[in-house]
């Protein structure tokens, strides 16, 4: 076999571990043993984007980097947070205005671009990096990791706002692009204010449309379809700008028709603080949302069937003591093609719980989200949770501190082991691990391991030890002024790892 050949076929192999989210179809084969079984490899570059935090001069914004340790990555590498700085997106000072960018995308400007200061810089892996910004005029930012810093990367933004819409902690994972998501959740009601950012960190612009579906279907919308966002740049559509109906729960639908983006929405209430709001996981007939914390006041169920088919699911509790139903809620009916919601009330008396949503009979694809209030009257505080896939092999929540972190873990369907390992404090200290049993049908908030010396924020990896399904969410509290404010993020499968088949020589490609 001549060099070109063999080089060919280490590129190929080379190319599927560039990312996670790589899909590798082999050819049937021509021959016996012609590939060996497919390796998990590490990723070599991750992408994420982090959206523009808040449009209040009283934000206070941390941005916390983190990479867990992975065996057989490469051994150099980079990770940085650049501000989006588009010339023909909006700047840093522009307010959201509801409308996506009307200037031109793709033309050069005469302005020399000046490359923009990271906002965080990682030093190592298994380490957190922290960085902070305040004010209302803080843009998107756009994340590159390459190497050691790329398998499971994740980045942590947490507002706090101290008075206003929305005021209270807001927080979200970074998203890592991709071309469809949906929002169940979101609001055109009087006292809401959502806008769904859309983050674009190609240097190419992408063509999106926005879809709005209510409790009777499709909502008319005006500026919805052929949003242009364009390359290194991130635009903030104000959801009530799109239609004038007024609905207090719809599920937005974003389709990217070219290229890709980051999306998330931001929903703010005048009286009720706010929170973000990602995507829910891939439609599915079972969905499990974990971790709605045991003082919750208040829990609503938001669920959408994106097919041609009505589905009909069981909702459940995954308490600490088991499965229960919850009272006068046993099932769900949610119409094809329109936005259901159910006020589920204090759903978790006092103890930590997930919801599981399974078919009664038939299995028809849905989404789903939960709005979770904490506190009482004036003193209230909201936050989402959006149904979620399982750990998988790997996942990690950063930005935890010694107090206010709670971990929830949950395993519907049997038994589970799990390990769950405290890194590095930003600032100094040693990782500790520990494991785990969760029972059969079970949510527990586990008392988290604090690594010896702790100096800084710190992160949570979550690892699964047994074969059963594991579905985690991580809840950030802290209490400003007498109001509780808290954040939940979930914690999926972190895609630190790609497949990717050896391939052995074989003389016999080049003889046909």
């Not at 560039?18 to 490899?41: C, I, N, R, Y």
Request: aromatic fraction near 4%; charge should be negative.
């Amino acid at each position: 076999m001549n060099r070109t050949t063999l080089s060919l076929i280490a590129g190929t192999a080379a190319l599927a571990a560039v990312t996670g989210f790589a899909v590798l179809q082999q050819p049937d084969a021509s021959g016996p043993d012609t590939a060996k079984t497919a390796a998990e490899l590490p990723v070599e570059r991750t992408s994420l984007v982090c959206p523009s935090p808040s449009t209040s001069d009283l934000a206070k914004t941390s941005y916390t980097s983190f990479t867990p340790v992975t065996k057989g990555a490469d051994g150099d590498g980079t990770a940085e947070l650049t501000p989006a700085t588009a010339e023909s997106a909006a700047t840093p000072t522009d307010k959201p205005t509801g409308k996506a960018s009307d200037k031109p995308a793709g033309k050069a400007s005469d302005k020399k671009k000046t490359a923009a200061k990271p906002v965080v810089t990682p030093k190592t892996p298994g380490t957190p990096a922290v960085g902070a910004t305040t004010g209302g005029d803080v843009p998107a930012l756009l994340g590159i990791a390459k190497g050691k810093f790329a398998p499971g990367w994740t980045v942590q933004e947490t507002t706090q706002v101290a008075a206003g819409t929305g005021r209270g902690l807001q927080g979200l994972t970074c998203t890592a692009p991709d071309t469809e998501f949906w929002f169940p959740g979101v609001s055109t009601a009087a006292d809401r204010t959502d806008y769904v950012h859309l983050t674009n960190p190609d240097d190419s612009a992408a063509v999106v449309d926005i879809e709005l579906y209510g409790k009777e279907g499709p909502l008319t919308t005006t500026v919805g379809e052929d949003i242009t966002v364009p390359g290194h740049s991130s635009e903030p559509i104000l959801l009530s700008t799109l239609t004038s109906e007024k609905q207090e729960d719809l599920t937005v639908h974003v389709n990217v028709r070219s290229g890709r983006v980051g999306a998330a929405v931001q929903a703010l209430d005048e009286k009720l603080g706010g929170d973000w709001l990602t995507a829910s996981t891939d439609p599915a007939s079972t969905q499990v949302i974990p971790g709605i914390p045991k003082d919750a006041t208040a829990v609503r169920l938001i669920a959408y069937a994106p097919g041609d088919s009505d589905a009909d699911l069981k909702v459940q509790l995954a308490s600490p003591s088991g499965l229960i139903t919850p009272a006068g809620n046993e099932t769900l009916h949610v119409k094809a093609g329109m936005t259901t919601s159910v006020d589920l009330g204090d759903v978790t008396r006092g103890e930590s719980g997930s919801l599981v949503l399974t078919p009664t009979d038939q299995s028809v694809p849905v989404v789903a989200a939960v709005r979770v209030l904490r506190g009482k009257g004036t003193d209230q505080e909201s936050a989402f949770i959006s149904a979620t896939a399982p750990v998988g092999t790997r996942a990690s929540a950063a930005g935890n501190s010694a107090k206010g972190c709670t971990l929830s873990l949950t395993a519907p369907k049997g038994a589970a082991k799990v390990k769950v390992t405290a890194s590095a404090g930003s600032g100094g200290g040693t990782a500790v691990s520990k494991t785990y049993t969760i029972k059969a049908g079970t949510t527990q908030d586990v008392e988290l391991p604090v690594p010896t010396g702790l100096k800084g924020t710190y992160a949570l990896t979550v690892e699964p030890l047994t074969a059963t399904p594991v579905y985690a969410s991580r809840t950030l509290a802290v209490t400003q002024d007498g109001v509780p404010g808290f954040t939940i993020q979930t914690l999926p499968d972190d895609r630190g790892t790609v497949a990717v088949p050896e391939a052995d020589e074989d003389v016999a490609v080049l003889q046909k």
